[in-house]
């Protein structure tokens, strides 16, 4: 199992950006996928998971500001991330459980203000 993610960067408070994972080595339409950020110094935490069903969760500071989505014929999963904030900066990770949890490398989302 291999979990490539991409798309993080620098970019201004109230700015966009996409981020995607592209996964391989599993039955992608299968798994849950999720997204997870780690700031410096903090613990890593959840930011949003979609089912295979497509149902989506999300943690309470980003509601209404990040939307998951995945494309199964790509075996990619996507975090829109949309008026973002300085406290969104922190390294993003996909993750999917596939017999044990897989992680991939992390991609560094800056925010400044």
């Known amino acids: 199992v291999q979990l490539q993610a991409s798309g993080g960067g620098l970019v201004q408070a109230g700015g966009s950006l996409r981020l995607s994972c592209a996964a391989s080595?599993?039955?992608?339409?299968?798994?849950?996928m999720g997204w997870y950020r780690q700031a410096p110094g903090r613990q890593r935490e959840l930011v949003a998971t979609?089912?295979?069903?497509?149902?989506?969760n999300y943690a309470d500071s980003v509601k209404g500001r990040f939307t998951i989505s995945r494309d199964n014929a790509k075996n990619t999963v996507y975090l829109q991330m949309n008026s973002l904030k300085p406290e969104d900066t922190a390294v993003y990770y996909c993750?999917?459980?596939?017999?044990?949890?897989?992680w991939g490398q992390g991609t560094q989302v800056t925010v400044s203000s």
């Open positions: 080595g599993m039955l992608f339409s299968k798994v849950t």
């Open positions: 993750k999917t459980f596939w017999g044990h949890e897989w």
């Open positions: 979609i089912t295979s069903a497509g149902s989506t």
